[in-house]
């Protein structure tokens, strides 16, 4: 069992950044895919990227070129730099571990002025 902490949420105006952490309370070196998710209000809880094991990432069509998925697994965090923010990004942010089984983290709340 793993227990997953997201941070670094709030609110920043439009073309602003913001960095995700994801802090883990064990080994994150054992999960194949660690992600991030997220849900607007009124909307179903959506991907956004994953970073795999071996490095490999892939994102959401909505952010590729404005958000990088990274992992630390001597750190057991894992990140999500967001940069160009737009106010469609408004919502919770999740991360996820995912080895056979899915652990979720609370979230963390993002909110984009226009």
């Known amino acids: 069992q793993v227990q997953l902490v997201e941070s670094g949420g709030g609110l920043v105006q439009a073309g602003g950044s913001l960095r995700l952490s994801c802090a883990a309370s064990?080994?994150?070196?054992?999960?194949?895919?660690m992600a991030w998710y997220r849900q607007a209000p009124g909307k179903q809880r959506e991907w956004v990227a994953d970073v795999y094991k071996w490095g490999t990432t892939i994102y959401a069509d909505s952010v590729k070129g404005r958000f990088t998925i990274s992992r630390d697994n001597a750190e057991n965090t894992v990140y999500l730099q967001m940069n160009s923010l737009k106010p469609e990004d408004t919502a919770v942010y999740y991360c996820k571990a995912l080895s056979g089984i899915a652990y979720w983290g609370q979230g963390t709340q993002v909110t984009v002025s226009s």
């Open positions: 064990g080994s994150i070196a054992r999960f194949n895919v």
